[in-house]
Every structure is written in structure tokens, then in C-alpha cells.
């Protein structure tokens, strides 16, 4: 067991927070790379497209998700402008709802789905299925009988099992479906063991090391109702070094030309997923897409040169790196509390009216974000803070370590940025807690994308 995080791993004596946290020398100032394009601050107080925190809160409550529209779509943009011949799937799992299915479809990105209930999200916001892609370690016969029946695009196979499912869905409904079979290259992602998937002793997809590749690639050519469209390969989430895409990437090329040997297909298209790290705190040093794609595309043409094969249609799947950067987290601070740790030594903590209920990253993978004093100046001096939420767990920790103004106090704003993926997504109802709204805004206008929970919704679900 791994010491808790409000135990003995803190409590040092002197402890002025992890090495890669810098004491700013005004901590009001904000580090603009974490956040969306349009946020700053105005007279102190923390803007996104001309809308200020405060007004904000005052209108929408907190906690809630902030999106900085033109943001999310710049960002899907400049993936589908660094590989113009590729397909970019947004992966929605990062965060989907109605609105976020509509900006991704404006800006001409394909959607990665991965439960019947994506898919429903999609289809909600008429999403064009022909565009959408169907993942899922274990999708029912439900699930892929409608995708089938609306048309989706493609549909990634993940298991034995989803070839014979869709054996008969297929005779049963008439139809042909066009599938990419997933496969384990065997790379280590420098990531968090829960989100990084592609080394050998995980569920997902079939692995190149036994042979199981190969032989799902043998068992959907002999399906008459599938049609084989290439490889996927996604080796994991948050990763920085391009070193893993490398390895994968000639992996994969590598199965995609034997293929080609040992069956006499010529697959047409290859996925190499998505994964591409963002900025959370100032330790975090991420690509552009613009960057991704050169070496990419240059390690696809090179591998595909050495090997005497024609270079497939590419797909890729950004999640994280188009939502994410986008939003930020608004609450309310409601209590703080310093607390004497070894030697004379205190902590701050700051206590928030969210949490671990909208956002899990912290405790499940122990993320690190920062934030920021969004309500007001200050002139006190910058004190370490542990920012907490209000859940009934001491390891309901929002910001582990940040460099906050010695006054915050019940009723200040804090903001956190990059927030956009897989915090709403992650939300729980955890200590009855409704979850936050998403509000969307851009030039000057603000408006709720997903309303916020009440009491009634949840106490709805229960019928005594
Ligand atoms: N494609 C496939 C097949 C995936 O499984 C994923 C993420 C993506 C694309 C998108 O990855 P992204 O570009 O967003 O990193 N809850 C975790 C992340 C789980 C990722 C699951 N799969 C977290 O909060 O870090």
C-alpha cells in the first residue's frame, strides 16, 4: 500500500512542495500556456472571451466547467490542419455532450466513440455516422447492432468474441461493415499504469507477441459480412516522448506489411490513436500538433519506405489535447484551515464546494494541477496551499500544491485550468453531490452546455 496522501508522504518538515513548482514571484499572475487562449486577467480578475469569473459564478453557480469554445475548436482545427490527409477522430470519451459533438463536426473531425451511450450523444447531435468510429474492449450485441444500423463508419474490434457478433449481425441486418482490428504492440507508455494501454498485460486489443494479430486479421478475411480496413494501435493516454508513438508505429507497419505478405491484402488505411499530452502545471512540456505530425508522418513514410509498402490513410484519435486545454473549473472557496505538520511547520489547506466529484484525476492517477486566485488581487504574500474539496475523504485533493495568496479566504473564486477532458466525463454523484454544469462561452456570451445537477435529478433515480 502506498502511503496515504494526507499521511506521512507530506509531512516534512520545511516542505515547500515538489522540485518542479516554482515560489512565483507574484501569485496573481497567471501562467498563460495552461490556460485557454482567450482567459487573462482584467483588473484581477480572471476573463475568458470577455466574460469575468465573477459574473460567471454569479449567473451560473459553482463549481462549473468553463469551455472556452473558440478554444476547443482551434484546437480540433489545428489537429485537422497538421494532418490534412488524415482523419481525425475526436475521441469523445475526453468529454462529449450535444455541443461538443457539434463543434467537432463543424470543424470536419471524424468522432471516436466507445459505449452505446457516446454513441447516443453523437447520434442526439446528428453527428454524421459515416464519420463516427465504434471502440469498446466489450460492446455488446446492442451496442453494435446500432451502430450498424445507423451507419457508423467503422467499427474497431477489440476480441474474438465482437467477430462472431458481428458474423451474424451482419446476415441479420444485410449489411457490410467496415472494421480496423486493434492490436497491443507491446510499448511501454511512459504514463500512469491505468491509461497507459498498449503493454502486454491489459485488456485491450490483440497483441502482436502471440501471434493474435495476425490471426484476428486471418478470421475477420474470412467473414464475407466484414470488411478489413487496416490496423489501430493507441499505446496510451497524457504521453510526452515521442520515443513510444516511434516503437508503435513501426510495430504496427510492421504487422500492417505482413499482412500484406502472408494474406495478399493491401490494408488501405492504418490508426495510430491518440494519447498526445497536455500542460497541467508548469512541469508538463507538450507538443503541437503541428510538431506531432511531422515526426509522425515522417516516421509512418520512412517505415513504410524501408519496408516496400505503400503508405496507408492515416487516422488519429486527440481527445485530451483538444478538450482539455479549453476549460477551467470555477469554485468557491467555503473554509481554509492551517495545519501544523513536523517542526513547526504548516499547511494551508483551502477547502472548495467541488472535489473528487468533478474531478477524480488527482485521487485515481494522482494528477497535478494548479490554479489561481480568479475573484481579486492580492498583495499578501504567496503561501504553498493544498486546495480540497468537500467530500468525506482526506484524499479529496483538487491542487496538491500551489502557490496561493496568504488571505484567500470563504468567498474568493479559484480557478483551475485544463479541466476540459475527462473531468466532467469522470463526474461522479459521490456523496450525493450533483454534478456541474458546463458552460460554454464565446465573444462576450455565455450559456450553459450541460446544466448542472439538482437534488431532484438525483433523488429521481431513486424509487425506494
Ligand atoms: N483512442 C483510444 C482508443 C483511446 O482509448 C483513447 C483514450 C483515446 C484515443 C484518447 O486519448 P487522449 O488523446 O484523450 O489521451 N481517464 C484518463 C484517460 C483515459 C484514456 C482512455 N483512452 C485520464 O484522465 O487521464
Given at each position: 500500500?502506498?502511503?496515504?496522501?494526507?499521511?506521512?508522504?507530506?509531512?516534512?518538515?520545511?516542505?515547500?512542495?515538489?522540485?518542479?513548482?516554482?515560489?512565483?514571484?507574484?501569485?496573481?499572475?497567471?501562467?498563460?500556456?495552461?490556460w485557454a487562449?482567450?482567459v487573462?486577467?482584467?483588473?484581477?480578475?480572471l476573463?475568458v472571451?470577455?466574460?469575468?469569473?465573477?459574473?460567471?459564478?454569479?449567473?451560473?453557480?459553482?463549481?462549473?466547467y468553463v469551455?472556452?469554445?473558440?478554444?476547443?475548436?482551434?484546437?480540433?482545427?489545428?489537429?485537422?490542419?497538421?494532418?490534412?490527409?488524415?482523419?481525425?477522430?475526436?475521441?469523445?470519451?475526453?468529454?462529449?455532450?450535444?455541443?461538443?459533438?457539434?463543434?467537432?463536426?463543424?470543424?470536419?473531425?471524424?468522432?471516436?466513440?466507445?459505449?452505446?451511450?457516446?454513441?447516443?450523444?453523437?447520434?442526439?447531435?446528428?453527428?454524421?455516422?459515416?464519420?463516427?468510429?465504434?471502440?469498446?474492449?466489450?460492446?455488446?450485441?446492442?451496442?453494435?447492432?446500432?451502430?450498424?444500423?445507423?451507419?457508423?463508419?467503422?467499427?474497431?474490434?477489440?476480441?474474438?468474441?465482437?467477430?462472431?457478433?458481428?458474423?451474424?449481425?451482419?446476415?441479420?441486418?444485410?449489411?457490410?461493415?467496415?472494421?480496423?482490428?486493434?492490436?497491443?504492440?507491446?510499448?511501454?507508455?511512459?504514463?500512469?499504469?491505468?491509461?497507459?494501454?498498449?503493454?502486454?498485460?491489459?485488456?485491450?486489443?490483440?497483441?502482436?507477441?502471440?501471434?493474435?494479430?495476425?490471426?484476428?486479421?486471418?478470421?475477420?478475411?474470412?467473414?464475407?459480412?466484414?470488411?478489413?480496413?487496416?490496423?489501430?494501435?493507441?499505446?496510451?493516454?497524457?504521453?510526452?516522448?515521442?520515443?513510444?508513438?516511434?516503437?508503435?508505429?513501426?510495430?504496427?507497419?510492421?504487422?500492417?506489411?505482413?499482412?500484406?505478405?502472408?494474406?495478399?491484402?493491401?490494408?488501405?488505411?492504418?490508426?495510430?490513436?491518440?494519447?498526445?499530452?497536455?500542460?497541467?502545471?508548469?512541469?508538463?512540456?507538450?507538443?503541437?500538433?503541428?510538431?506531432?505530425?511531422?515526426?509522425?508522418?515522417?516516421?509512418?513514410?520512412?517505415?513504410?519506405?524501408?519496408?516496400?509498402?505503400?503508405?496507408?490513410?492515416?487516422?488519429?484519435?486527440?481527445?485530451?489535447?483538444?478538450?482539455?486545454?479549453?476549460t477551467f473549473t470555477l469554485?468557491?472557496?467555503?473554509?481554509?484551515?492551517?495545519?501544523?505538520?513536523?517542526?513547526?511547520?504548516?499547511?494551508?489547506?483551502?477547502?472548495?464546494?467541488?472535489?473528487?466529484?468533478?474531478?477524480?484525476?488527482?485521487?485515481?492517477?494522482?494528477?497535478?494541477?494548479?490554479?489561481?486566485?480568479?475573484?481579486?488581487?492580492?498583495?499578501?504574500?504567496?503561501?504553498?496551499?493544498?486546495?480540497?474539496?468537500?467530500?468525506?475523504?482526506?484524499?479529496?485533493?483538487?491542487?496538491?500544491?500551489?502557490?496561493?495568496?496568504?488571505?484567500?479566504?470563504?468567498?474568493?473564486?479559484?480557478a483551475v485550468p485544463g479541466t476540459?477532458?475527462?473531468?466532467?466525463?469522470?463526474?461522479?454523484?459521490?456523496?450525493?453531490?450533483?454534478?456541474?454544469?458546463?458552460?460554454?462561452?464565446?465573444?462576450?456570451?455565455?450559456?450553459?452546455?450541460?446544466?448542472?445537477?439538482?437534488?431532484?435529478?438525483?433523488?429521481?433515480?431513486?424509487?425506494?
Open positions: 500500500m502506498r502511503s496515504h496522501e494526507a499521511g506521512a508522504v507530506h509531512a516534512r518538515a520545511g516542505d515547500r512542495g515538489p522540485t518542479w513548482l516554482r515560489t512565483p514571484e507574484d501569485p496573481n499572475e497567471l501562467v498563460s500556456h495552461l487562449s482567450s487573462s486577467k482584467v483588473d484581477g480578475v476573463t472571451a470577455g466574460e469575468s469569473a465573477i459574473d460567471l459564478a454569479e449567473e451560473f453557480g459553482t463549481p462549473t469551455v472556452d469554445e473558440d478554444d476547443f475548436r482551434r484546437r480540433a482545427r489545428a489537429f485537422k490542419e497538421a494532418f490534412p490527409a488524415a482523419d481525425v477522430y475526436y475521441a469523445g470519451k475526453a468529454f462529449l455532450c450535444v455541443a461538443t459533438a457539434r463543434w467537432v463536426a463543424d470543424e470536419g473531425l471524424s468522432l471516436d466513440v466507445c459505449t452505446g451511450g457516446e454513441l447516443a450523444v453523437a447520434l442526439k447531435a446528428e453527428f454524421p455516422a459515416a464519420r463516427i468510429g465504434m471502440h469498446g474492449n466489450n460492446k455488446s450485441v446492442a451496442e453494435l447492432r446500432r451502430a450498424l444500423e445507423v451507419g457508423v463508419g467503422r467499427i474497431i474490434i477489440d476480441s474474438v468474441e465482437e467477430i462472431a457478433r458481428l458474423r451474424e449481425l451482419t446476415a441479420e441486418l444485410g449489411v457490410t461493415a467496415s472494421v480496423l482490428i486493434r492490436v497491443t504492440v507491446g510499448v511501454e507508455a511512459h504514463t500512469h499504469e491505468y491509461i497507459s494501454t498498449s503493454h502486454e498485460d491489459q485488456k485491450f486489443g490483440f497483441s502482436i507477441a502471440g501471434g493474435d494479430a495476425l490471426d484476428a486479421v486471418r478470421r475477420v478475411l474470412a467473414e464475407p459480412g466484414l470488411e478489413l480496413r487496416g490496423l489501430h494501435s493507441h499505446i496510451g493516454s497524457q504521453i510526452f516522448v515521442t520515443d513510444g508513438f516511434d516503437v508503435a508505429a513501426r510495430r504496427i507497419l510492421g504487422v500492417h506489411a505482413e499482412v500484406e505478405k502472408v494474406f495478399g491484402v493491401v490494408l488501405p488505411e492504418l490508426d495510430l490513436g491518440g494519447g498526445f499530452g497536455i500542460a497541467y502545471t508548469t512541469q508538463d512540456d507538450p507538443s503541437t500538433p503541428a510538431d506531432l505530425a511531422s515526426g509522425m508522418l515522417k516516421i509512418v513514410n520512412d517505415e513504410c519506405a524501408a519496408l516496400g509498402v505503400r503508405v496507408p490513410h492515416l487516422s488519429i484519435e486527440p481527445g485530451r489535447a483538444i478538450a482539455g486545454p479549453s469554485y468557491e472557496v467555503g473554509t481554509t484551515k492551517s495545519v501544523s505538520l513536523d517542526g513547526g511547520v504548516f499547511r494551508r489547506y483551502v477547502s472548495v464546494d467541488g472535489g473528487m466529484s468533478d474531478n477524480i484525476r488527482p485521487a485515481l492517477y494522482g494528477a497535478d494541477y494548479s490554479c489561481t486566485l480568479a475573484s481579486r488581487t492580492s498583495d499578501a504574500p504567496a503561501v504553498l496551499s493544498r486546495v480540497v474539496g468537500k467530500h468525506c475523504e482526506s484524499g479529496d485533493i483538487v491542487v496538491k500544491d500551489e502557490f496561493l495568496p496568504d488571505d484567500v479566504a470563504a468567498g474568493d473564486l479559484l476540459g477532458a475527462y473531468c466532467r466525463s469522470l463526474a461522479s454523484n459521490y456523496n450525493h453531490v450533483p454534478r456541474a454544469a458546463v458552460v460554454a462561452v464565446r465573444e462576450g456570451e455565455a450559456r450553459v452546455i450541460v446544466r448542472r445537477e439538482t437534488e431532484d435529478d438525483l433523488l429521481a433515480l431513486d424509487i425506494g
